[in-house]
């Protein structure tokens, strides 16, 4: 079993920066994948950023250069850091993670709102 806190939304204006940190308790060891999805209201939850076991990443086309996942595995920790942020990233963001045995595990979410 594995465990995912995520820490770090809040309300930001147009424009503006946050960073989300998930931390990984449990069964963490060489987890196949671990990233972040968000759902925004009345829409489907959609991949954000991820990064594999054999080093590659994947990122939305939506936030290509605008946002930059990783990860400090002193700290089981990883990272969504989110720049030059745009109202329509408002949503929900949920850490992911699939471990071993492939399977998936999810946090808690934390909203993130981008609004003057």
């Known amino acids: 079993q594995v465990q995912l806190v995520e820490s770090g939304g809040g309300l930001v204006q147009p424009g503006g920066s946050l960073r989300l940190s998930c931390a990984a308790s449990?069964?963490?060891?060489?987890?196949?994948?671990m990233g972040w999805y968000r759902q925004a209201p009345g829409k489907q939850r959609e991949l954000v950023a991820r990064g594999t076991s054999g080093g590659s990443t994947n990122y939305a086309d939506s936030v290509k250069g605008r946002f930059t996942i990783s990860r400090d595995n002193a700290k089981n920790t990883v990272y969504l850091q989110m720049n030059s942020l745009k109202p329509e990233d408002t949503a929900v963001y949920y850490c992911?993670?699939?471990?071993?045995?492939?399977?998936?595990?999810w946090g808690q979410g934390t909203q993130v709102t981008v609004s003057s």
């Open positions: 449990g069964s963490i060891f060489r987890l196949n994948a």
């Open positions: 992911h993670c699939v471990d071993r045995l492939w399977r998936e595990y």
